[in-house]
């Protein structure tokens, strides 16, 4: 079955370009012009990916990507953007996307983003687990154990469940989050230079200039660390990280 795509961007000529292009490489598009129409859209039929531009009239882009996550809707958004600020990519991540390209782009750089976020997704969806009282019990450190259990420096990740806890406090987080944790989990101790990480999570080498990789591991940092205990991932200057309890 091809995969859907939502595309909404309101400037005519892209959406139409953009439209065609995707058609071409295989994807069944559902193309509109504004944030309005790409959250009915969305409600009516769940595409498999969203590809949103961030300046749209009415609602714009983050508005509708803060709207479908905090209804707890977790299909991958690419957002389409023409501002070139970091704060305004970062800004673009904390409404909940996954990965963003500046215009004027090449669909061939948009066609390779894509294709990674489905691969992390495996195009399966996140559905609702049902809460359980009690995190999972250890298994291995760095190594995956009944049910697919990972442990290492105190957290605890059930990657069937896609739950994770440092101790007993479980974690809430955004599914990039969950899966570079769990890259770092599995591989504790070890440490991952930039390019590792890019390919494994992202599918995709962002390059030397790239701020996504350091926004990520901010927001992993700020929900593992707890006050008086010892910080578990740890940067290497010019390398890249690495988790550990020191």
Known sequence: MPQNVLLAEDDR?????????LTL??????????????LAQAHRRQPDVLVLDVMMPGIDGLQVCRVLRA????TPILMLTALVETA?????????????????FDVEEVFARLRALLRRTGNTGDAPVAARSVPPGPAANGAQGAGGLVAAAGVRMDVQARRAWRGARELELTRTEFDLLELLVRNAGIVLDHATIYDRIWGYDFGPGSKNLAVYVGYLRRKLDEPGAPALIHTVRGVGYALRED
Not at 13 to 21: S, T
Not at 71 to 74: I, K, N, S, Y
Not at 89 to 101: H, N, Q
């Open 13 to 21: 000529a892209i959406r139409h370009a953009l439209e065609r292009a």
């Open 25 to 38: 490489e295989g994807y069944e598009v559902t193309a509109v012009a504004d944030g309005v129409e790409a």
């Open 71 to 74: 209804e707890g809707d977790r």
């Open 88 to 104: 305004d990519r970062i800004a673009g991540l904390d409404a909940g996307a996954d990965d963003y390209v500046v215009k004027p």
